[in-house]
């Protein structure tokens, strides 16, 4: 099979499909992140214990819950994505493709039905801020494998496909800002905004879903499955690897990167010093970004009172304008790629 003779994308389906699951993989921290307003307002103190949740005279009259839910919320959403993504070496050998995709998607599907329900049942704050930390944890962990089984399963495709993943993570937060923008400017109530704000999450997550069980029936993405998994008999298959070691004459079972079998190939020391430059700008600017947004971010007072622009300035200065850049640069990768040259990895 060469290149030349692979099938077209027709439509560019394949594409639409990967930018959809881009898009599922991050819409659920984004939605989570960009409800702020309706969490914390479950979280004030009863009308016969609070006098105002303002600052008076300077002071912060927020109690310990409402204070601490965006400091706790990140931490409860980067803690796990970090271990999860560090573990997806090891789960991936151990858990079919399949499975741990949809299985994914399945969890966070019932963490938003679960959400959207309990906008509408009365919970005491404090199990209220306990619940809503357990689905954070929850969709972040699914949400770490969901991400790097989406992209080991574009590493099988042209390296273009991953942008569609690129692209479609960044339209998942200015998605979710917007949606939050225009459930408030309905002028309903906070609580049903919210309902109609989660049930528009649950209906995104379900066509990803959807998405996903079609893919294997395209003819284009079927061309490199069966091309991926043309190895000799009797090997184990894994067709989901990013890394692989070919000899001249016959691919060869792919590497694992935790494997020590005294040959020469490819390893994480190997890969890390061809790549640590870039690799440390990016925990670089993770640090920065993540430190920053959405725990400190939404904590700005807009010094505009009037004509209601306090109630659309986290949404509209924070999230839909942070969103919307970094969508933008995703999607610039589109193009930097016709001028960087891939950084591959080949064992001597």
Not at 83 to 111: D, Y
Request: glycine share 6%; hydrophobic share 50%; charged share 15%.
């Amino acid at each position: 099979m060469t290149a030349i003779s692979s099938p077209r994308d027709k439509y560019n389906a394949v594409w639409i499909i990967f930018f959809i699951l881009g898009l599922g993989s991050l819409l659920p921290w984004n939605f989570f992140m960009t409800a702020t307003m309706y969490f914390t307002s479950r979280l004030k103190d009863p009308p016969a214990n609070q006098t105002s949740n303002q600052t008076v005279d300077g002071r912060d009259t927020r109690n310990v819950l409402e204070a601490t839910f965006n400091n706790v919320m990140t931490l409860c959403a980067m803690v796990p994505l970090l271990i999860f993504t560090c573990l997806n070496s090891f789960i991936h050998q151990r858990i079919p493709q399949k499975l741990r995709i949809t299985g994914s998607l399945a969890v966070i599907l019932v963490v938003f039905l679960l959400t959207a329900l309990l906008v509408k049942v009365y919970v005491a704050p404090l199990p209220f801020f306990t619940l809503t930390m357990i689905k954070i944890v929850f969709i972040n962990s699914f949400g770490a494998v969901l991400q790097g089984s989406l992209f080991g399963l574009a590493g099988i495709l042209p390296a273009s496909y991953t942008t569609p993943i690129m692209s479609g993570q960044g339209l998942a937060g200015t998605f979710a800002a917007f949606s939050m923008i225009c459930a408030l400017a309905t002028g309903s109530d906070l609580r049903d905004s919210a309902f109609g704000y989660f049930i528009t999450a649950c209906f995104v997550i379900l066509i990803a879903i959807i998405s996903y069980l079609t893919l294997p029936r395209m003819e284009f993405f079927q061309y490199y499955m069966e091309s991926s998994t043309s190895r000799p008999s009797g090997e184990k298959k894994n067709k989901t690897d990013f890394l692989k070691k070919e000899s001249p004459d016959e691919k060869q079972p792919v590497v694992s990167l935790m494997e020590d079998d005294g040959k020469p190939g490819v390893t994480v020391l190997r890969i890390f010093s061809k790549i640590w430059v870039m690799a440390v700008s990016v925990c670089f600017i993770f640090t920065v970004t993540i430190g920053i947004f959405p725990a400190v971010t939404v904590e700005v007072k807009s010094t505009v009172a009037n004509g209601g622009w306090d109630t659309y300035f986290i949404p509209v200065s924070c999230f839909l304008l942070f969103n919307l850049m970094d969508w933008a640069g995703r999607s610039l990768t589109a193009f930097c790629m016709r001028f960087f040259p891939v950084c591959v990895v080949r064992p001597p």
